[in-house]
């Protein structure tokens, strides 16, 4: 089910604190532009089915990164991209955003998302991974 703009909104206003819509449109469209250069195929436009239309629109942008960020270059690239921003502001943008996008895709498809990203980026989807999931059960 597609998330209406004004829903996917509201929770990135709620979730990064801004002031207005329109702090989190810009937050919003600032970080699935630079998130679409790293997803590809199904997993991409499955996200995108998932996002009211004019995000899923940015994501589908045949824009392919060179290398993928790690996810600090990926915070740096939207503190450049938001006129005013500093790191730590653009590190929250971030994180409002794909924590609601991990929301609206649900645990699988942002599972799949992250297998396509380098390390690090669960923090910023606020999914975080416990290693012991990854690995298998570990003695202890």
């Known amino acids: 089910m597609v998330m ?7 929770l990135v206003q709620d979730r990064g604190r801004y002031d207005s ?27 995108a089915a ?3 239309e004019e995000f899923g629109l940015i994501l589908l942008n045949p824009l392919q990164a060179a290398e993928p960020l790690s996810p600090e270059r990926f915070v740096r690239a939207t503190a450049a ?7 730590r502001t653009a590190a929250w943008d971030v994180s409002a ?5 991990a929301d609206t895709a649900g645990a699988e498809l ?12 669960d923090l910023l989807f606020g999914h975080p991974q416990d290693s012991a999931d990854e690995d298998g059960p570990h003695d202890r």
């Open 110 to 121: 942002t599972r799949d998302i992250l297998l396509q990203l380098p390390p690090g980026y």
């Open 81 to 87: 991209w938001i006129e005013g921003a500093t790191e």
């Open 97 to 101: 955003v794909l924590s609601v996008a």
């Open 50 to 52: 998932r996002l009211p």
């Open 21 to 47: 819509s329109s702090e989190a449109d810009r937050a919003a469209r600032t970080v699935l532009a630079l998130l679409r250069a790293h997803l590809v195929g199904e997993v991409r436009a499955d996200l």
């Open 4 to 10: 209406r703009r004004e829903v996917f909104l509201e």
